[in-house]
């Protein structure tokens, strides 16, 4: 996502703009989708905490609307941005293979999870560490 931004022609316009974040979106919580204690603020652009560097802070999933706008006017631009994330030079494909080990950084990675490995054990552990809120 740092190199997302990079590329990014709307810097100054989304550097000052929050997101609204609805957890409620995920797979486990649809059915409180549009309860408003899933809703969450956020920054669409973060400054990583350790590099600095800044990042799109957006993805399908849980970016709902941009705070100020309604959802249908926000939906333009949140879908030209996940579409920009998405392109295929920001992307590292991992391929599992016996005994490979990923870790990615969530504060300044997308991931999504293709289903290569039909057929095969996969074994995911998730670690989350403590840190800072999204700045």
């Known amino acids: ?5 990079n590329l990014l022609n709307l810097h100054s316009y989304l550097t000052s703009r929050i997101s609204e974040r609805n957890a409620g979106r ?31 802070y957006v993805n399908f999933p849980f970016t709902w609307q ?3 706008l309604s959802r249908e006017e926000s939906l333009p631009l949140l879908h030209q941005l996940y579409a920009h994330a998405a392109r295929p030079e920001f992307a590292c494909r991992f391929r599992w293979r016996k005994g490979l080990l990923a870790f990615w950084d969530n504060r300044c990675t997308m991931h999504y999870a293709c289903n290569d490995y039909q057929g095969k054990r996969r074994e995911m552990h998730r670690m989350t ?7």
């Open 1 to 5: 996502m740092n190199h997302a931004y």
């Open 26 to 56: 995920s797979t486990r919580l649809k059915a409180d989708a549009d309860a408003k204690e899933n809703l969450a603020l956020r920054p669409m652009v973060r400054t990583h905490e350790e590099t600095g560097r800044k990042c799109l």
């Open 129 to 135: 560490i403590a840190g800072g809120r999204p700045q």
């Open 66 to 68: 941009i705070e100020g």
